[in-house]
């Protein structure tokens, strides 16, 4: 995918959006048994919108420029948008009023010091940070624990969309409701794609989704968007099995993009237990691995002292 046309994503948006309501649903009569649209037509949405048809038909060819807030908010009403698709939608209408503009690359993010030390201190949940695309840019001890195996892929950041999309069979047998996974990842990833039209990095992420993974192609045309929202996740860890998590998700008012990430279980619950179980292991991992590199630095200094 080398660029992501905005006219080209608010006639796909529009459209599919327009598919998905039937007439009853909006409150209309459905004249005549054979309707040759599916959900409904443009003329009905423009009747619900309250403009006309040759100018909701220009939104939906693509141009929402010069589209004030009452319309965009007629027009979410009219399609029934929940709050993810309308902000989308104001995303897409503020692309078209500024069409263009430079792909860029976005700097390296490195997280601060000072919020490493944050996620450190979360000692009995797994903690982590990152951003838009799905990128791991820093976790606790126990979030590299749980993620083991998103981490065993060497590039980095690790990024959590490859894993699902990429890595299946790994990610089908780590994430309990993996289709649900896969469908959020997607729906994410082209919600950010609305804010951030321009990333590079992001279009060259959904290019390489795209071009080995049927089931992103899939997802990814279904127009679906969704917020970082608090939830449930449940995962099948290798080391201490199932765990039933809360999630967490808390956007960083000083980090623009970022959000963190905090996994937890209700005390005395079987997750609960798991986790501790989890927390003991990536100890006793941590404290191998401190002693074999300081045995290496020992061997190390004998053999430039001979």
Known sequence: MATMDPRTEIREFLSSRRARIAPAQAGLPAYGGNRRV??????????????????????????????SDGVLDALASALQLDEAERDHLFHLARRSAVPGGPRRRRPAVTVRSTLQQVLDAISGAPAWIGNGRYDVLAMNQLARALYSPVLADPRRPANTARFVYLNPEAARELFVDYDQIAGAVAAKLRMEAGRNPHDE?????????????????QRWASQDVRLHRSGRKRVRHPIVGRLDLDVETLELPAEPGLHLNVYTAPAGTPTADNLTLLASWAATRQATAAELEARNGQTDQCHNDH
Not at 44 to 63: C, F, I, K, N, P
Not at 201 to 217: D, K, Q
């Open 201 to 217: 990095e992001l279009i060259a992420l959904v290019g390489e989704l795209s071009t080995s993974s049927e089931l992103f192609r």
């Open 38 to 67: 599916k959900g409904l037509r443009r003329e009905e949405v423009a009747l619900l919108t309250g403009v006309s048809v040759d100018y909701y038909a220009r939104m939906e060819r693509g141009s929402l420029a010069g589209a």
